[in-house]
C-alpha cells in the first residue's frame, strides 16, 4: 500500500489560562494534524504538537515518506533517523529551539513537550506512525489497537485533570470564549473544579497540576480534595520539578496515605532519587511518577538504577510512537514499574490514539491524563465532533483505524484559526510576562 502523499495542517484550538511551573497557556494551542495517502485514496491521520518548528520537522522527512509501503515502519523510523542525523549536528532542522545549558537534565524538564529537539525524529516518526497504522486499520478494517496484538479492556479510564486558572475561557478578538471554568487560586476553588470537571466526565481519579503556588497552598488544595472526595478517589499532583528536593519530601510526607503517586516533584533522575531514598526514611512509600526526569527509553536503566521513579507516564507523541508504547509496557512489567500515560493540550486524533494505545497494553493500568475537558466542542475535528467520556473512560472504538474520520469543514476552520491568531510555538513564559509578571521566568526548581 503505497503512499503517495503526505498533508501537514497546522491548526489551533482555544485553550483556557492554565497555571503551570511553566507559565500561563496562551489563548489558543497549537496541534499539526498529519495525514498519509495511499495510491488508492485512503487516507490515515495522525494528531502531534503543533506551530512552526514541527512543520519544519515534518518537511525535512516528506522525501523518505512518499513511495513506502504504508507496513514498511520499521526502516522508515531508521531513515527519519538518518534525516536528523544528517540535517545539523543537534538533529532538528534550523528554528527550532535550543536546549537548555548545562544542567545535563532532560530537555522535557526545562523545554515545553514538543518543542525541545532531543526528541524531534521520535515525535515526527510517532505521528507518521500512528497515521499509517490508522491508514492500514482503514484498508484492512481492523482497528488501530488489533495491529498492536488486540485489546485486553474495552474501555479506558482517564482522570479529571485539575489547574490553577486565571479567569477567562481561551481564545482572542472575535474569537474569545465563553468561561466554562472559573479562576481557581484557593483550595476552595480546587474542590469546585473537581466537582465540576467530574460531574461532567464521572471521573474516578484526580491529579492537580501544581508548582504554582507556595508548597503550603498546594497541600492545603489536595488536602481539600481528599476531605471531599473520600479515600476512594486516587488523588495526585504534579509540579513538573518546581520543589528542591528537601521540599518534595516534606510535600510527600505532609500527604503521606493521601497520594495515589507524586509525581517529578523535582528535576533530574538523581533528584527523584534523593526524594525517594528521603520518603522512605520517613516511613512514606508513596511511589514517585515520571515524565519529565524520565522521558525516552535511554532514561530507563538510569532510572531504576537509582530506584528514582516507580511509575513511568509515557506518552506516544515523543516516545516514539504506539508500539513503543506497548513495549514500554512490557519493560514496565518485567522491572516491576507502574505505567500510565502523561497528556499535553490535545484534540480528539490524540484522544483516540491514547485509548487505542492503552487498550493494547496489559500494564497500563493507571487513569491516563487527559487535558480534553478544557478543549472546546468548537474546536474538535472529528466528524461527529467530540470523543465522548462516559463514566471516566472512553469506549475503544470498534471501527477500521483509529475510529474516526477528519471533518473538512472544521480542520479548514481550525487552519484558519492557526493563521489568524499569530502564535507559532508555544511560550507559557512569555504569557506569563505579559498578563502576570513581566519579570517572571522558569526557576527550577522555584521552592
Known amino acids: 500500500m ?24 496562551a489563548p489558543y494551542a497549537l496541534r499539526t494534524v498529519v495525514e498519509l ?6 487516507r490515515g491521520a495522525a494528531e502531534t504538537p503543533g506551530g512552526e518548528a514541527m512543520l519544519g520537522l515534518l518537511a525535512a522527512v516528506r522525501g523518505a515518506v512518499l513511495g513506502r509501503d504504508a507496513y514498511d515502519l520499521a526502516r522508515l523510523r531508521l531513515d527519519v533517523d538518518r534525516v536528523f542525523a544528517a540535517d545539523s549536528p543537534t538533529g532538528a532542522p534550523p528554528g527550532t529551539p535550543e536546549p537548555a545549558p548545562g544542567s ?31 491508514l492500514v486499520g482503514k484498508a484492512t478494517g481492523r482497528p488501530v489497537c ?4 488486540g485489546r485486553v479492556r474495552d474501555a479506558v479510564p482517564f482522570g479529571a485533570y485539575l489547574f490553577f486558572k486565571r479567569a477567562g475561557g481561551g481564545g482572542a478578538g472575535a474569537d474569545v470564549r465563553e468561561e466554562r471554568w472559573p479562576a481557581a487560586a484557593t483550595p476552595e476553588a480546587i ?20 508548582g504554582v503556588l507556595p508548597p503550603d497552598e498546594e497541600i492545603a488544595a489536595v488536602l481539600a480534595l481528599r476531605e471531599e472526595l473520600g479515600p476512594g478517589v486516587p488523588l495526585r499532583i504534579d509540579p513538573n520539578g518546581a520543589w528542591t528536593v528537601e521540599t518534595s519530601i516534606r510535600v510527600g510526607t505532609a500527604l503521606a496515605g493521601t497520594l495515589e503517586y507524586l509525581e517529578d516533584p523535582t528535576p533530574g533522575v538523581a533528584g527523584m532519587a534523593a526524594v525517594r531514598r528521603g520518603l522512605l526514611a520517613a516511613g512514606v512509600e508513596t511511589p514517585l511518577a515520571s515524565n519529565n526526569a524520565v522521558t525516552s527509553f535511554a532514561d530507563v536503566p538510569p532510572m ?4 528514582a521513579a516507580q511509575v513511568i507516564l509515557a506518552d506516544h507523541h515523543y516516545w516514539g510512537g504506539l508500539r513503543a508504547g506497548t513495549h514500554l509496557g512490557r519493560l514496565c512489567e518485567t522491572f516491576g514499574v507502574g505505567l500510565g500515560m502523561h497528556s499535553n493540550s490535545h484534540l480528539g486524533l490524540s484522544l483516540l490514539a491514547m485509548v487505542h494505545l492503552a487498550a493494547a497494553t ?56 492557526y493563521a489568524k491568531a499569530g502564535y507559532r510555538r508555544r511560550d507559557d513564559a512569555a504569557e506569563m510576562r505579559a498578563h502576570v509578571d513581566p519579570a517572571w521566568k522558569r526557576v527550577v526548581p522555584r521552592w
Open 146 to 149: 488489533d495491529l498492536l496484538g
Open 37 to 42: 495517502v495511499s495510491e488508492d485514496g485512503l
Open 304 to 307: 531504576l538504577a537509582a530506584d
Open 2 to 25: 503505497k503512499i503517495v502523499d503526505l498533508i501537514v495542517t497546522p491548526v489551533a484550538m482555544a485553550d483556557p489560562p492554565l497555571l503551570s511551573s511553566y507559565g500561563l497557556h
Open 362 to 417: 496489559p500494564h497500563l493500568t493507571y487513569a491516563s491524563d487527559t487535558h480534553y475537558p478544557w478543549q472546546e466542542a468548537a474546536d474538535e475535528i472529528l466528524v461527529g465532533g467530540r470523543v465522548p467520556i462516559v463514566g471516566g473512560a472512553v469506549t475503544v472504538p470498534a471501527g477500521p483505524g483509529l475510529g474516526a474520520e477528519l471533518d473538512r469543514d472544521a480542520l479548514a476552520r481550525g487552519a484558519e484559526r
Open 191 to 210: 474542590v469546585a473544579q473537581a466537582r465540576q470537571m467530574i460531574d461532567a466526565y464521572g471521573f474516578e481519579s484526580v491529579k492537580l497540576k501544581g
Open 104 to 134: 545535563g537534565l532532560p530537555q522535557q524538564t526545562h523545554i515545553l513537550p514538543g518543542e525541545g529537539q532531543d526528541d524531534a525524529a521520535l515525535r515526527v516518526f510517532a505521528a507518521l506512525e500512528v497515521a499509517a497504522l490508522d
